[in-house]
Each structure stands twice: as structure tokens, then as C-alpha cells.
């Protein structure tokens, strides 16, 4: 399912215009941004929680050459679902 299509699910759901709709998705999704790019953890209960993790340099190899690099810390971005989904998930 891509944007477009979660946003006229969104639309039939709430009997909304796919406009309005459109709108909610977007704010949503810049509001969710915002606060993982500020270094806040996002939690919606049942559903999951986002945050961004800090990930450790490492020594690497690139299997072609055999020459051993770094890989520079990073930070990655991590979802863990919650148990209501899981559950859903799962009994389908």
C-alpha cells in the first residue's frame, strides 16, 4: 500500500474527502518526523514505538578486495511493534 492508496482508505474509513484526508496523512507524517529528527521517541500504544538509534563504527571488509574499512557511526532509525499489532498480525 503506498501513500495514495492509505490516504483514500483514510477517506472511505472516516467519510472524509481524499483532500482532507491527504492533509491528515501529511501532518501526520511531519509531525512524526519532526520529533524522531529532534531525538524524541514516538510511542503509540498497541500500535509501536519509533526512535532513532546511535549505531557504533565498525571495521568492515569488501569482499572483492579482502581490504578491511570503517564503516562510520551512524544514526538509524528503528521501529518495534507493539503488541496489539503483532497480535493482528500474527491470527491473519
Given amino acids: ?9 483514510l477517506a472511505e474509513q472516516e467519510g472524509i474527502e481524499k483532500k ?3 492533509a491528515w496523512t501529511d501532518a501526520v507524517i511531519k509531525a512524526l518526523t519532526e520529533a524522531l529528527v529532534a ?28 581490504e578491511e ?5 551512524t544514526q538509524v532509525l528503528v521501529f518495534k511493534a507493539g503488541k496489539a499489532l503483532k497480535d493482528a ?3 491473519k
Fill in 20 to 22: 482532507q484526508a491527504a
Fill in 39 to 66: 531525538g524524541e521517541k514516538v510511542q503509540f500504544v498497541g500500535f509501536g514505538a519509533f526512535e532513532v538509534r546511535q549505531r557504533a563504527e565498525k571495521k568492515v571488509r569488501n569482499p572483492q578486495t579482502g
Fill in 1 to 9: 500500500m503506498n501513500k495514495q492508496e492509505f490516504t483514500a482508505k
Fill in 69 to 73: 574499512l570503517i564503516s562510520p557511526a
Fill in 89 to 91: 498480525v500474527a491470527a
